[in-house]
Structure formats: structure tokens, C-alpha cells
């Protein structure tokens, strides 16, 4: 995925700035998929619209710095349209606590529980960060298609934080004994 599709498919919601699209989608939505900082969404927004998939108009403001509001163009959706259904290949990985695991054996015990606990308890967080999000229930007969893809995405998240937690709790197990 690129952050270019993440920003194509959020404007494809609603038109916005580039600081709604920071505070109100990636920090709010979907940082637990795929975070980018403001610096990021500017550059990549400034991409698209040299590309012709979005649109930038200027609102004039008296009382404060004005506006840039964004917009998907034609091309811009039928580019989300296309990426969405390209199957995407698998994800690499790159777990810095995995790579610390696997070269571990050198520190002491202790030291290796005490850098498990610390994710354990990082872990935990996001495990409640993501339970905290408000989604329509996949069983509420009432939910538009978006809140069900949306849930089901968020439902992965939160068992793949279980599965971890199960994890670090069995290896911290395993040290100790």
C-alpha cells in the first residue's frame, strides 16, 4: 500500500485540508494501519495534485491563514478504483523486537523479560486504543458497506494485537522458567 491511496480513498470520503486529513483521519482513523506524519501528507498531496488526481482549491480566510482544500479528481478515483483491486503481495515485516529476540541469547535473562514487558505493556495500549474506537457492530443489520469494511479491518487489528500479547506472555514464560 502507499500513502498515496490511503489519501486518495479518505478524499474520496469528503474533501479537506491537509491538516484535517493528519488530525482527523490518520491520527483518529487509521494510524493503527498506516501512520504518516504532516510533512508526508503534504508532499504526497502535493504529488497528486501535479498528477491530476486531486484538486486544490484556496479558501480565503480573514481571521487566520487561508485554507487548501482538497479534492479527488475523475483519474484520482478511477486510481483508487484500479489500486483497490489489485491484490497486494504480502507485507514484510520488520519487527525490531523480533531481530533483538533473535540475537537475545548474549544479554542476561532479566534483560531480555524487561524488553519483553515493555512491548507487552506497548501492546496492551494500542490493544485499547483500538478497542476505544467507535465502529458499527458487524452484526448491526444497519451498518452502511463502509462501516463493515471499516469494522472488519479494525477487528484484524485487534486480534493481531491479542495474538502478539499471547505471545510476548508465552516467551516471557518461557525466560523465566
Known sequence: MSLTHAILGLLQQEEMTGYALKTSCF?????????????????????????????????????????KIYSVTESGASELIRWLQCSQPLPTVRDPLLVQMYFASQLRNEAIIHLLEQQLAARHEKLAECKKLELTALSDQSAS?????????????????????????????????
Do not use: F, S
Request: negative net charge; glycine residues 2%; charged residues 30%.
Open 145 to 177: 458497506r463502509e462501516q463493515i469494511m471499516q469494522r472488519l479491518v479494525l477487528e484484524l487489528v485487534i486480534r493481531r494485537e491479542k495474538t502478539y500479547i499471547d505471545w510476548l506472555n508465552t516467551a516471557i514464560d518461557i525466560i523465566k522458567h
Open 27 to 67: 491520527d483518529q482513523c487509521i494510524a493503527h494501519l498506516w501512520p504518516a506524519d504532516q510533512a508526508q501528507i503534504y508532499r504526497t498531496l502535493d504529488k497528486l495534485v501535479e498528477e491530476g488526481w486531486v484538486t486544490c482549491r484556496v479558501e480565503i480566510q480573514h481571521d487566520r491563514p487561508n485554507r
